[in-house]
């Protein structure tokens, strides 16, 4: 995979922006029969909750996705990283875009991670902000890996980063009220356990498991 073609990737998210505000026209009309209920999601919401911590949380998959790219030449192994990273930086665009339509502030200082879930947790000691997020410590490891380490530590953490995605998707499924977010929060839940039913797969073929909870 060129240069070029994953520079591409921060375009495509940002072109997603923008097309937000195409998908929530059309889905007008869904909302107008099968779900009554067009007002605009409050900023404490689980709408714009999951679509703030959704999209921090792709924001490390991307990151990471970035760095096996550099320390691998394998093709299986950057053709992932490169799906996984344009995936997710087009559906972090999406959510973004639709925090501008409602008019919501990106952050919220006064909400904690996973607070629209009724978890509301404190961040971290080493960096990771929420449930299958990297720490500092596993990101500057996996930078200094490359080759056959970098791979099997990329995969370890991109299945947990999954694991923790599916279980947050899976929140807004059942507390979002915009039928198009809960959409694609299902779509996520489908797509990333079917990734990490490959990179079980892929570890195999490399000799090695997930890392244990």
Not at 170 to 180: A, F, I, K, L
Request: charged share 20%; net charge neutral.
């Amino acid at each position: 995979m060129s240069r070029r073609s994953w520079g591409l990737l921060a375009a495509l998210g940002l072109a997603l922006v923008f097309a937000a505000a195409a998908v929530l026209v059309a889905a007008g009309g869904d909302r107008a029969t099968a779900e009554p209920n067009p007002r605009t999601p409050g900023s404490t919401s689980a709408d714009a909750g999951f679509a703030r911590d959704m999209s921090t949380h792709h924001q490390q998959a991307v990151e990471m996705s970035f760095i096996v790219r550099d320390r691998t030449s394998d093709d299986e192994v950057r053709r992932l990283a490169y799906d996984i990273a344009n995936t997710q930086a087009n559906q972090r665009g999406m959510m973004l875009g639709w925090l501008d339509l409602w008019g919501l502030p990106k952050n919220e200082a006064s909400q904690l991670p996973m607070a629209w879930m009724g978890m509301g947790m404190e961040p971290g000691a080493d960096g990771a902000l929420m449930p299958g997020m990297a720490t500092t410590t596993d990101l500057d490891r996996l930078r200094g890996l490359s080759g056959k380490d970098a791979e099997v530590l990329y995969l370890q953490l991109m299945t947990e980063h999954h694991k923790g995605g599916i279980h947050m998707a899976q929140g807004c499924v059942e507390r979002c009220t915009v039928g198009p977010e809960r959409r694609l929060a299902q779509g996520m839940v489908s797509a990333q356990q079917s990734e990490i039913d490959l990179m079980a797969q892929m570890l195999r073929k490399r000799g090695a498991s997930p890392r244990s909870n």
